[in-house]
T-cell receptor, first 112, second 114 residues
């Protein structure tokens, strides 16, 4: 039972344009969401998070949007850079929960 | 500088053999985690520990064992009972024992079965 889904396994974007990575979840008890970025043969690194009391959180070129009614979140990267090419995982946790549930990841490729 | 180290980078296991993956952190973090990543899948939690001498099963603990005798160390043993051990194993740690704290990941160990 995949509670956190990233339906696009890959995404290709031109440098300077916007990258939009999507994530859907089924568990309405999730109240905190995170995005991690992973390069090949390395561990993931934390990128940005959002609490369910907000609908937007911004950090430099990265913005996460949360639509609770649709159980959907998205990560926007503007402008996209070649160094952003990586696998992006979304993750979620329930209130009072003690573990993260990860999505399957989206491979982003930013082309010159 | 602080961080998480995992060793070895690659590990080969023979049939029926137990192997142990090392994870060490010098971030003074209370919580540590082990995840498994398979191609096309997200990270799945194997075991986690919020304090020394205590640990809990994650979603896929069968065939694995852990210990947490020191704050800095959280080794994972892949036992012969784990029938499909080939995967990329990631160790992580976080500050106050809560998973809402940012988890810092090590570089991973790739386990292959001979």
């Amino acid at each position: 039972d995949q509670q956190v889904k990233q339906n696009s396994p890959s995404l290709s974007v031109q440098e300077g344009r916007i990258s939009i990575l999507n994530c859907d979840y089924t568990n309405s008890m999730f109240d905190y969401f995170l995005w991690y970025k992973k390069y090949p043969a390395e561990g993931p690194t934390f990128l940005i998070s959002i609490s369910s009391i907000k609908d937007k959180n911004e950090d430099g070129r990265f913005t996460v949007f949360l639509n609770k009614s649709a159980k959907h979140l998205s990560l926007h990267i503007v402008p996209s850079q070649p160094g952003d090419s990586a696998v992006y995982f979304c993750a979620a946790i329930t209130g009072g929960g003690n573990k993260l549930t990860f999505g399957t990841g989206t491979q982003l490729k930013v082309e010159l | 500088d602080g961080g998480i180290t995992q060793s070895p980078k690659y590990l080969f296991r023979k049939e029926g053999q137990n192997v142990t993956l090392s994870c060490e952190q010098n971030l003074n973090h209370d919580a540590m985690y082990w995840y498994r990543q398979d191609p096309g899948q997200g990270l799945r939690l194997i075991y986690y520990s919020q304090i020394v001498n205590d640990f809990q099963k994650g979603d896929i603990a069968e065939g694995y064992s852990v210990s947490r005798e020191k704050k800095e160390s959280f080794p994972l043993t892949v036992t012969s009972a784990q029938k499909n051990p080939t995967a990329f194993y990631l160790c992580a740690s976080s500050g106050d024992g809560g998973p809402r704290e940012t988890q810092y990941f090590g570089p991973g160990t790739r386990l292959l079965v001979l």
